[in-house]
């Protein structure tokens, strides 16, 4: 157990819908970063937040947008979604902001669209 | 963009041998970590092992060790006495932006 809590698991949805994954870190953890897996790729970077502020930004797409709240939970919400959303979006965590960090994963909430 | 390379798409090993996944990446950093994560078929990813590039000596955790090249920017993953329980996709990360392609390592008994 890595300490990093993701919900839901799993979720379907319809094209064109909008929905909200949330990620809680580790206990202590400041850092607060959002990656992409579509099937069988590599993880794609989305953002970073710290301590409530965007740290770093990566291959987000606009119809993308994340936060992270005063209890340094995060929520990556999604848009329009597309057929081509269908992914599993990872939370994984650290104690600092350096992108050099070790990073705990959570579970990953598996995103299919239809 | 500063890139990740794992050159080898996917490997295989016989169980009980050794095996060695390659990674090299480059960075402007001069104080930083490299890491190898693990994800098996559940799809929960987890850390093998850490390097701190700041030290010469190559880590080892039980069975997994690295060898690093600084000066080459290279970090390859060995994994001696492989496993079944090893098969599984690795992935090579110099920074948390930034993670290779993925090994998909099997394992044959």
């Known amino acids: 157990d890595s300490g990093v809590t993701q919900t839901p698991k799993h979720l379907i949805t319809a094209t064109g819908q909008r929905v909200t994954l949330r990620c809680s870190p580790r206990?202590?953890?400041?850092?607060v970063y959002w990656y992409q897996q579509s099937l069988d790729q590599g993880l794609q970077f989305l953002i970073q937040?710290?301590?409530?502020?965007?740290?770093a930004k990566g291959n987000i797409l606009e119809r993308f947008s994340a936060q992270q709240f005063p209890d340094l939970h995060s929520e990556l919400n999604l848009s329009s979604l597309e057929l081509g959303d269908s992914a599993l979006y990872f939370c994984?965590?650290?104690?600092?902001?350096?992108?050099?960090?070790?990073?705990?994963f959570g579970e990953g909430s598996r995103l299919t669209v239809l | 963009a500063q890139t990740v390379t794992q050159s080898q798409p996917e490997m295989s090993v016989q169980e009980a041998e050794t095996v060695t996944l390659s990674c090299t990446y480059d960075?402007?950093?001069?104080?930083?970590?490299l890491f190898w994560y693990k994800q098996p078929p559940s799809r929960q990813m987890i850390l093998v092992i850490r390097?701190?590039?700041?030290?010469?000596q190559n880590a080892t955790e039980n069975r997994f060790s690295v060898n690093f090249q600084k000066a080459a920017k290279s970090f390859s993953l060995k994994i001696s006495d492989s496993q079944l329980g090893d098969a599984a996709m690795y992935f090579c990360?110099?920074?948390?932006?930034?993670f290779g392609a993925g090994t998909r390592l099997t394992v044959k008994p």
């Open positions: 994984a965590s650290s104690v600092g902001g350096r992108a050099t960090g070790e990073l705990f």
């Open positions: 206990s202590g953890d400041l850092s």
């Open positions: 937040y710290y301590n409530g502020e965007e740290r």
């Open positions: 960075t402007s950093e001069s104080d930083y970590y």
């Open positions: 390097q701190e590039a700041y030290k010469q």
């Open positions: 990360a110099p920074q948390a932006m930034r």
